[in-house]
């Protein structure tokens, strides 16, 4: 390395280390960003998933007592068109 070299080094590297700190902190802070979005997405489906999942139960047992009292076949009937249509509304919206 000739002494040229030795002043451009001296000169531009610390400008090259201070951008290559700017863009591993960048870096970091989307990583971070991106995650953070994960997870709250994932807190949300899991919070759907358990709602449905106790809503299913519900239905399940209106199910099992709809054939002794016709006043709960008919709200049992109500709520199994609302899911169908909400299935569907899903499905036709749910990303590709």
């Not at 531009?12 to 591993?24: K, R």
């Not at 989307?30 to 949300?44: F, T």
């Amino acid at each position: 390395m000739n002494e040229k070299n030795f002043q451009m080094v001296v000169k531009f590297g610390p400008i090259v280390l201070g951008l290559c700190l700017l863009l591993n902190i960048w870096g970091v802070l989307r990583y971070r960003e991106v995650y953070r979005d994960a997870v709250k997405a994932e807190v949300l489906l899991q919070q759907a998933e358990a709602g449905q999942q106790a809503a299913q139960g519900v239905l399940q047992e209106f199910a099992a007592r709809s054939n002794s009292d016709p006043h709960i076949a008919e709200i049992f009937r109500q709520a199994q068109a609302q899911a169908s249509v909400q299935r569907n509304q899903s499905f036709m919206t749910a990303p590709q």
